[in-house]
């Protein structure tokens, strides 16, 4: 021990020197093995997690609520009014009573993006009135299953949510909700067969009455 004059305690230079030698830091290998340690752990949590899986679910989850939310809209809509929203009303961007001035919803949500799965441009909600405003289509698409819903075009009318999906492409545009059985349309084949029955306007322009 070493104490100056005041009582203070004094260790000299080459104490220091000489616990600085016995320090010893990582070399390069042992740095490198602590890196690809941790790079493996960080590659196995993100397979594990699979974010963009659980993204691509989020998104569909969500579309199933829009759609839910906007059923709901609807069905308020036709209680009040006696009717279905006109396309002209749909496209308004809310669901709101001309006539109440009542708002049902007042804003109608987007379908989220980017579309998931085969969707491509059917990432949207298409909405069709139909039977002099009794009836509507609206379809919507999910990229993969969710709940008890496959992957693929669904559509929604007045009488719920229908598993499989009912457009159908008939020369640019699209039939939603319609029937057609025995027949051929062209791009599609033969025996095609929609989901409800009745008078549908086509995406692309035109009207089918009767449902054939």
Known sequence: MFYTHSGF???????????????KGFTLIELLIVITIIAILAAT???????????????????????TEIKKALDL???DNGHYPSYSDWISGSITSPTLGTAYL???????TPADGNCGDNNEYVYWPS???SS??????LGSAV???????????????ANDGCAYSIEGGYMLGGYIEGGS????????????????????????EGGN
């Open 77 to 79: 809509y036709a209680l």
């Open 106 to 112: 007042a804003t109608i949500p987007k379908a989220p």
């Open 147 to 161: 709940e008890s819903f496959t992957a693929g075009v669904k559509v929604l009318t007045q009488a719920g949510l």
């Open 45 to 67: 949590v993100f397979v594990a997690i699979d974010p963009l899986t659980r993204l691509r679910t989020a998104r569909d989850t969500t579309r199933l609520e829009q759609v």
């Open 131 to 133: 039977n002099n405003l």
């Open 9 to 23: 305690l004094f260790i000299p230079d080459f104490c220091y020197n000489i616990n600085m030698k016995n320090k």
């Open 136 to 141: 509507y289509t609206l379809t919507f698409c």
């Open 185 to 208: 349309i062209e791009g599609i084949g033969e025996n095609v067969e929609g989901c409800v029955q009745g008078n549908y306007y086509l995406e692309g322009g035109g009207y089918i």
